[in-house]
């Protein structure tokens, strides 16, 4: 496969080249050798591009631009992931051959110290009479071990260097007075490092020093560090000296105050209050109860939830205006049903909007819903009473309704008041068709609405039912 690889590579050389000379694209190279010899399939793409491209047809030039660009941008793509594939195959293929496993053809290698074993794809080709045989293998190989005479070496510049490691922050292991940094591990050597403390009330096997109790003159024990390498394995044995802690001055004089507590509170044990310590080193204490102060969480809370229910308040009021809106909207036509009634009773525009408007106020005073588009129209009896025009007085409702099918029903009742048609019955009733038509898809839509709102809490009670279910039932099997 190299050598295609590699024949790629010297004809994308070459198009390169050509590009250059010609000062134009390897994509335009390829088309135009493509193109006298006839390779592209154009008549199929000369039909389609003009249907999708309305601006070039009947054009035969622009017909043809557009083609050519059509096919060098096909070949723009084939070439850049051609290219792509190619460089990406021959970097595989060196980096493969480069860390080859097989050295001169019956050598494998074997990983470094450390490094971990190795785990190759090896294939045989048996020489035969009857021919080649080929046969795929699958072999690890453990990383290169260390000589036992080298193991013991290492073994033994590492007892040396330890002390030196795990003292941690203490000047030495012969005078600890804080936690040691107990290895497990060593670059550059080979072993496992586990520890045991010969006395664990003072050290623990990670490191940790219990001193608060040892006395001035020092603790002595050991710490025994266990190498482990393979079937190797040796002790090695370090003492240590644990002295009491250094305390600085501030840490000496809590202590002491908390001893002086202590036995204040063991003196009043059968009293019904301990007397604090006054004095401590001749100084005097001054005590008093340290509250649990919350107010800061609680004023950052409230500042915050206050900074919501201000950002929150212009939603609210979209959501009121939604809701305004729907509401008119559901009331529409039941509104254009009333008008056709006492339209057709024999009564006029004007009258039928003072009936339906003084029902309403009737109705309000006697604890009835409240209904924005009949507070509309209690407006326009006001604006009637106070000389408004009426065909002013139902463009100003339309206007304050801010709908389209307000609009529409105040277009219906002014042109029939400026021309006089005697068409307004009809007119209204195609548009009482419509909103009725109008309020049922609405009424779909919210009984969907609503159904994706019920979702949630019926996840939520499903899962308080599986929890009920499966409790129990978990319990039962542990019995």
Known sequence: MVIVYGIVLVLYLWLLFLALRRRTTLAEVVYHFCMRRKVFRTKSAGEKLPILHPEIRGKKEREKSCLRQFYIGKLRLLLLLVFIGDVLAIGLFVGGRME???????????????MGSREAGLEARVERSQGTTRQDFVIAVEEQRYEDALVKQLSEELSEALPDMIKGANASIGKVKSDLDLVREVEG????????????????SDGSIHNESVGEAGEAFYLTAIFTYGDYKEEHRFPICIFPPEY????????????LLASSEERDRYK??????????????????????GSGYIFFLLCIGAGMVYFLQDRKLKEEIDRRNRQMLLDHPQLISKLMLYLGAGMTIRNSFRKIASRYAAERQEGGKFHYVYEEMLLICHELDSGVSEAAAY??????????????????????????????????????????????????????????????????????????????AYYSFSV
């Open 100 to 114: 080859n496993a097989v050295v001169d053809g019956k050598y494998m290698k074997r990983n470094g110290y450390g």
């Open 189 to 204: 050597y080979p072993f496992q490092i586990a520890w045991e403390s010969d006395d664990y009330s003072l050290m623990d």
């Open 248 to 259: 600085s001055e501030d840490e000496l004089l809590k202590k002491k105050i908390y001893e």
């Open 272 to 293: 019904d209050k301990v007397e604090l310590p006054e004095t401590v080193n001749g100084e005097r204490i001054l005590w008093s109860e340290k509250a649990d102060d």
């Open 395 to 472: 463009e100003h409702f339309a206007k304050r309704c801010r709908l389209p099918q307000y609009t529409k029903l105040s277009n219906i009742l002014v042109q029939n008041m400026r021309k006089g048609s005697n068409s307004i019955l009809d007119a209204l009733r195609q548009e009482a068709e419509n909103a009725f038509e109008e309020r049922k898809n609405m009424a779909r839509k919210l009984g969907e609405e609503a159904g994706t709102k019920l979702l949630l809490p019926m996840m939520l009670m499903l899962g308080i039912v599986m929890v009920l279910i499966l409790i129990p």
